[in-house]
């Protein structure tokens, strides 16, 4: 009798999974979203880096695959509240830990095979550049789902928009710089605005 593995229907519940728990929202957003959205925007970055880097090129499809998976820990932990995730050194750093464990146990839902091939992008090199620009993605998700709040009329996200956006600021990458420049004010406008060019 062939075994059966639990990764992938943990991985589906990362639908059920809501993100800014604390703050009221117009539209709900679930962390398998929020996933694919970093993943487009990290791609986004990768891209943009390896135009202004050419020398210096990002390996696009870790990046992605770190984007991807970068959630999957919260399948098991749920979506800690900012305010407490970074509270103190001492219950980031238990989070963190928490996390990694979470990580570990979903990997061993998993053909050996399988779990050697995946672990780099679920327990990614946070020392990576392909990491550092996922982790703006990150952040850029974040910001995004901000300003759609906003334009929504809802002022819960006006201060995190603010704040996001001076920590994108401080990062010094010229891809998100880039980002912001050409793509950003896109965001800011009606369907019938992004179809008149």
Not at 68 to 73: D, R, W
Not at 126 to 153: F, H, N, P, T, V
């Amino acid at each position: 009798m062939a075994e059966d593995y639990n990764f992938y229907a943990y991985m589906d519940r990362m639908k059920y999974i809501r993100r800014w728990q604390l703050m009221r929202s117009v539209r709900e957003e679930n962390i398998m979203e929020h996933s694919e959205s970093v993943a487009l925007l990290t791609h986004a970055l990768c891209l943009i880096h390896n135009d202004l880097f050419p020398d210096d090129r990002v390996d696009i499809e870790k990046a992605v695959l770190y984007a991807v998976y970068h959630e999957t820990s919260e399948v098991m932990t749920g979506d800690l509240p900012t305010p407490i995730k970074y509270f103190n050194r001492e219950i980031s750093g238990a989070y963190k830990d928490m996390e990694r464990r979470a990580c570990e146990k979903l990997l061993s839902f998993l053909p050996e095979s399988m779990k050697r091939e995946l672990s780099p992008y679920v327990l990614a090199n946070e020392e990576s550049k392909e990491y550092l620009l996922m982790k703006a993605a990150d952040r850029l998700s974040a910001y995004i789902r901000c300003i759609e709040e906003r334009r929504s009329g809802n002022n819960e996200f006006i201060k995190a928009e603010k704040s996001i956006r001076e920590d994108l600021s401080s990062r010094g990458l010229p891809e998100v710089d880039r980002f912001l420049q050409w793509f950003l004010p896109a965001y800011e406008k009606t369907l019938d605005e992004l179809e008149n060019r």
